[in-house]
């Protein structure tokens, strides 16, 4: 039996180094998380605000870049928050402005949410410089999103709702319903 323990504990030896070297990588960036954390191999560029909640999973999968959870603040006043027990697997975060996340989330591989248009859409190189056009994202309580989700700018998505995998998301959904479609649209009450 202690054989089968030590080995045990030998093997997750270097996961638990991972997890508390991404811990000590968070602290870095000044992302503000609380008790519980568990990330594995999560990209973090922050030049704003990122507020993690109790028990939230940060996971990317080891198959590489595709799969790679990545949260990203591009600006000062850019604030990503994601509530308790809120898991975000292999899923991409782009903020310039505001991504609220609510408890409970699920966010599975491929998803994209991204609250601004990355450039301006404009000849001039001066101009295409500038900030592009943004919109805060709210994702409600116990939402879930599907793999290859995108969730674009100015969208909020109601408590309970969940999104089909591959649906583009350009306008608000409300709660409780189940949606998907180019762009999603509610399908079905739940």
């Known amino acids: 039996m202690k054989l089968l323990s030590k080995s045990l504990l030998e093997m997750r030896m270097p996961y638990l180094a991972l997890v508390v070297f991404d811990m000590l ?106 900030r592009a056009p943004e919109a805060p994202i709210v994702i409600g309580a116990n939402v879930w999103l599907g793999m290859r989700t995108i969730v674009l700018k100015g969208v909020s998505i109601g408590d309970n709702t969940i999104v089909a995998a591959g649906s583009i998301v350009t306008r608000s959904l409300p709660a409780n319903v189940i949606a998907g479609g180019v762009p999603a649209k509610p399908l079905k009450s739940i």
């Open 25 to 130: 990588k968070l602290k870095l960036y000044g992302v503000t998380y609380g008790h519980g954390l568990r990330s594995f191999r999560a990209r973090i560029m922050n030049k704003g605000t990122i507020v993690l909640g109790h028990r939230v999973v940060l996971r990317s999968f080891p198959d590489g870049d595709p799969h790679a959870c990545r949260l990203r603040t591009y600006y000062p006043d850019a604030r990503i928050q994601i509530g308790d027990d809120s898991k975000i697997n292999g899923a991409v975060i782009h903020c310039n402005r505001s991504v609220t996340i609510g408890p409970h989330a699920l966010i599975a591989p491929g998803v994209i949410v991204c609250d601004n248009d990355s450039h301006n859409p404009v000849r001039s190189v001066e101009l295409r410089a500038n």
